[in-house]
């Protein structure tokens, strides 16, 4: 099925460090969500972006909505182990309510 | 204030075989999607109710079916099982003026 492109595919950090990452598509999209899952459950609703453009925080979580609608980033600050998990992005196109997901971004924290 | 939730957990069932999966949305939502989440990859769109109809559908065959009730809650329903029908079931619940979707824990199905 049709996914989005996450980069990186993984990635080992050290306590402390930030963290990026990014979802792009050839797609434009109206709204874009980040999800966070852990192994055996479902997604966890991080951060909702509906504005290119758009910067929204939650915590040491912020996302930005693409410029060109395009693309959208998340970025975690001062990461702890707790993070540990697979990041997603889901983008919506207008006129519809089907949600596509990425590739996801597993992220490994080293104490 | 109750999240999604689903159930069963877990099941196993033979190939050829029909299941049923159980979805009740978040309070005060009224929208529900499905998803299949093979291991190691994203979540598939399935299906989306609203109004007790299927709204919209994505690359999904007839074997997959839905129906959501007078309450909002929601089933599944899957003919003919596959092998490649193994897979974490997610189900989503949201509120149909605002798109953020709220997942549950899922049902993880294996098809033997």
């Known amino acids: 099925g049709q996914q989005l492109n996450q980069s990186p595919q993984s990635m080992f950090i050290q306590e402390g460090e930030d963290v990026s990452m990014n979802c792009t598509s050839s797609?434009?999209?109206?709204?874009w969500l980040w999800y966070k899952q852990d192994p055996g459950e479902g997604p966890v609703l991080l951060i909702a972006?509906?504005?290119?453009?758009e910067l929204t925080s939650n915590g040491r979580l912020t996302a930005q909505f693409g410029i060109t609608r395009k693309d959208s980033f998340l970025n975690i600050s001062a990461s702890i182990p707790s993070d540990v998990g697979i990041y997603f992005c889901a983008g919506l196109t207008s006129g519809t309510y089907k949600y596509i997901f990425g590739t996801g971004t597993r992220l490994k924290v080293l104490a | 204030d109750a999240g999604v939730t689903q159930s069963p957990t877990h099941l196993i069932k033979t190939r050829g075989q029909q299941v049923t999966l159980r979805c009740s949305p978040k309070s005060g939502h009224d929208t529900v999607s499905w998803y299949q989440q093979a291991l190691g990859q994203g979540p598939q769109f399935i299906f989306q109710?609203?109004?007790?109809?299927?709204?919209q559908r994505g690359n999904f065959p007839d074997r997959f079916s839905g129906h959501q009730f007078p309450n909002y809650s929601s089933e599944l329903n899957v003919n003919a099982l596959l092998l490649g029908d193994s897979a974490l079931y997610l189900c989503?619940?949201?509120?149909?003026?605002?798109?953020?979707?709220?997942f549950g824990p899922g049902t993880r199905l294996t098809v033997t």
């Open positions: 972006l509906y504005k290119a453009g």
């Open positions: 989503a619940s949201s509120l149909n003026i605002n798109y953020e979707q709220y």
């Open positions: 797609s434009i999209f109206n709204t």
């Open positions: 109710y609203y109004e007790e109809e299927e709204r």
